[in-house]
């Protein structure tokens, strides 16, 4: 069973301050998603990557994907409170769609 | 507007009193699956379902079933609820198994 291990799973810092998040698997993926959830709403899509070696940016968030497939991470620069909430890793496995732990963030004006 | 609606929102039961979660999308979607939220462990999957009459478990299958009667629903009921049942809900639903999900507003079960 492919699991994703993400960390940090907590993350508390200060506005401006840039941060990342990493998403690891033993098996390589055949894409993989990062969603964002804020409290008492579901996790909304960010981006999906799908290329070794491809970058997408949206906005301050910087979302990469190994080359080898493996493993992504998303970089936020000069985070913001609005920034503020869970990160998930997602990817698809025979069929299922399973997600990482998250990782909770916390931006403190 | 593209959703998927999930009912009730919160719910307190007793053990053992059977239970059924609804979700409906409107989106067209073969891909339909339910997920527990609980903290430390992230979103696992309990169930999933391709496309009608298509079923398939998922990490944590045990205690609950699901229908996949027609394409837009997908209930997901608790036979005999029991304590350890007690978790967030969510519904999703997409094109494909690693397509973007859409999910629902989650369902908070309290079983007492």
């Known amino acids: 069973t492919q699991l994703l291990e993400q960390s940090p799973q907590f993350l508390s810092i200060q506005e401006g301050e840039n941060l990342t998040v990493y998403c690891n698997s033993s098996s390589v993926f055949s894409s993989l998603q990062w969603y964002r959830q804020e409290p008492g709403e579901g996790p909304v899509l960010l981006v999906t990557?799908?290329?070794?070696?491809e970058v997408k940016k949206l906005k301050r968030l910087t979302f990469q994907f190994g080359d080898a497939r493996k493993d992504s991470s998303l970089h936020i620069t000069a985070a913001q409170p609005g920034d503020t909430g869970l990160y998930l890793c997602g990817s698809s496995n025979t069929g299922k769609l399973i997600f990482g732990q998250g990782t909770t963030l916390q931006v403190k004006p | 507007e593209a959703q998927v609606t999930q009912n009730p929102r919160y719910l307190i039961t007793v053990t053992g009193k059977k239970l059924t979660v609804t979700c409906s999308q409107n989106m067209n979607h073969e891909y339909m699956s339910w997920y527990r939220q609980d903290p430390g462990l992230g979103l696992r999957q309990i169930y999933y379902s391709m496309n009608v009459e298509v079923t398939d478990k998922g990490d944590v299958p045990e205690g609950y079933k699901v229908s996949r009667k027609e394409k837009r629903n997908f209930p997901l009921i608790l036979e005999s609820p029991s304590p350890n049942q007690t978790s967030l809900y969510f519904c999703?639903?997409?094109f494909g198994a690693g397509l973007e999900a859409f999910f629902g507003q989650g369902t908070r079960l309290t079983v007492v």
């Open positions: 990557v799908v290329t070794g070696g």
């Open positions: 999703a639903s997409s």
